[in-house]
């Protein structure tokens, strides 16, 4: 008779414990990875509004008329030919401006109301603020 040869490979405990161990490790990082995504969402809002900011106001400038940027609902804006939607996890905040205007000299078309923003918020409660000023500068707070 033949001695049993040792048979190499996993066992069924093997596999259960490092799955286990996988599923604590996901577990602890979704979150993590959620907070990641909304902040990536809100920076990425930010930089496409700010984008837009600047071509409405480039696009004043060169056609010398007045370009609008019209905040649509809480979850989108327009600008000259486009409608834009914002990512999923981002909004605009209430207190945001519905519209802002630039005129053919590049500045806002009401200097009288003084300095506009757009705040954008994500599903964790962090802002962006882009604050438009009458001279037609911009900023991000």
Do not use: W
């Not at 300095?115 to 001279?135: A, D, H, Q």
């Amino acid at each position: 008779m033949r001695p049993l040869r040792c048979v190499r490979g996993f066992t069924m405990v093997d596999m259960v414990m490092v799955l286990l161990f996988m599923g604590v490790i996901l577990a602890t990082t979704a979150p993590l990875s959620r907070r990641l995504v909304a902040d990536y969402q809100l920076n990425t809002a930010t930089q496409t509004l700010m984008a837009d900011i600047s071509q409405a106001k480039i696009h004043a400038i060169q056609s010398n008329s007045i370009v609008p940027l019209r905040r649509n609902s809480n979850r989108q804006y327009r600008v000259p030919r486009t409608t834009r939607e914002l990512p999923g996890m981002v909004r605009f905040k209430a207190e945001s401006v519905d519209s802002v205007a630039y005129s053919g000299l590049g500045t806002l078309t009401q200097p009288s109301e003084g300095v506009r923003k757009f705040v954008l918020i994500n599903s964790y409660g962090e802002t962006r603020e882009i604050r438009m000023y009458p001279g037609g500068g911009y900023e991000v707070r």
